[in-house]
């Protein structure tokens, strides 16, 4: 007979943790991989990473997922390594050959090419990737070898700096460094470049470097959590606040603080802002967000009286 299950108490976190996600495994699984560890009752991630990728992977954790959509729609920093000469079904080294042509450019022919995607481009989205048509992610139909019609999205590379050229191999490949605006597909970027190279291309190595103000040399691995104590551990977690780069603090007395959660419009001398991050009277006591418009302060995502309580007292017990 087998030993029955020991069941994992959950608990309340709260915050965001920076994975650097391991090549091979889904954003989901290791979103669930982390959760798990920190015992946490809620978690989510900030947008998905191939499993061929590795890098930044923010988890927002209890009252952070309330602010998990700033990071999605968040700029994102990619390094990645071009296989030239060889086009696969998923525009990655996971997918099978479609085609193969000889290699025959220069390094300065691949510097034009890159610098022509520079700024505003348009982006058709791959087939194997989790938008939806008619409520049925794309990457669904491709598995049944259905090709369905998507239209072309703008989308914004921002630099692309060459760091890497090697044209004389029997594998040659261009290594790219790639800052870029939201919704951009490095997958589709990458097979773009090659037929623009008139070779074709594939990802053959993907890694995330950035997203947002959050950083890979700041994500720590799975591995090393794994290695950690529950202490260290829950030390990992960034302040919910950490998710809020950007946002003007805005304090609130506690009168105003308990009707500023309850949803209730403050007034105040504060300047027209798109983007508040609202406190209560006690250092660190995040209420939410919210915008200032003609002197009227309005919540945008507010967190449960609760949730103020805990990640107070979390973030009282990491400091």
Not at 214 to 226: G, K, N, P
Not at 264 to 274: Q, S
Request: some cysteine; charged content about 20%.
């Amino acid at each position: 007979m087998h030993a029955p299950r020991t069941r994992v108490q959950r608990r309340p976190v709260h915050g965001v943790l920076l994975l650097d996600k391991p090549l091979g495994w889904s954003s989901n699984q290791a979103l669930q991989k982390v959760k798990w560890l920190l015992r946490a009752e809620k978690a989510g991630h900030t947008g998905t990473l191939d499993p061929l990728a590795t890098g930044v992977l923010p988890i927002c954790l209890g009252a952070g997922t309330k602010f998990s959509q700033i990071h999605l729609e968040a700029d994102k920093a990619y390094a990645t390594t071009l296989r030239l000469g060889i086009k696969t079904s998923t525009a990655d080294a996971e997918g099978e050959v479609t085609q193969e042509r000889p290699v025959a450019v220069t390094a300065a022919q691949v510097a034009q090419v890159v610098a022509d995607f520079l700024g505003t481009i348009a982006q058709m989205p791959p087939m194997y990737s989790a938008l939806k048509k008619n409520g049925k992610a794309l990457y669904a139909y491709a598995r049944e070898g259905v090709e369905v019609e998507r239209e072309a999205r703008q989308v914004r590379i921002d630099g692309i700096d060459i760091t890497g050229l090697d044209l004389e191999s029997a594998a040659p490949s261009v290594t790219l460094e790639v800052s870029c605006g939201k919704g951009t597909y490095i997958r589709t970027l990458g097979e773009d470049i090659g037929e623009a190279l008139g070779c074709g291309a594939h990802l053959s190595a993907l890694r995330r470097t950035r997203s947002g103000n959050f950083s890979a040399a700041q994500s720590v691995t799975l591995e090393a959590l794994e290695a950690m104590d529950d202490n260290q551990r829950l030390a990992c977690v960034r302040p919910v606040t950490d998710l809020l780069n950007g946002f003007i603090p805005v304090t609130l007395d506690s009168d105003n603080a308990a009707r500023f959660l309850s949803g209730m419009r403050r007034r105040g001398a504060w300047p027209d802002t798109p983007h508040v991050a609202v406190f209560g009277p006690e250092p660190n006591a995040l209420l939410g967000t919210g915008h200032v418009n003609a002197g009227e302060l309005i919540a945008q995502r507010l967190l449960s009286p609760l949730e103020v309580s805990e990640s107070l007292a979390q973030h009282n017990m990491n400091s």
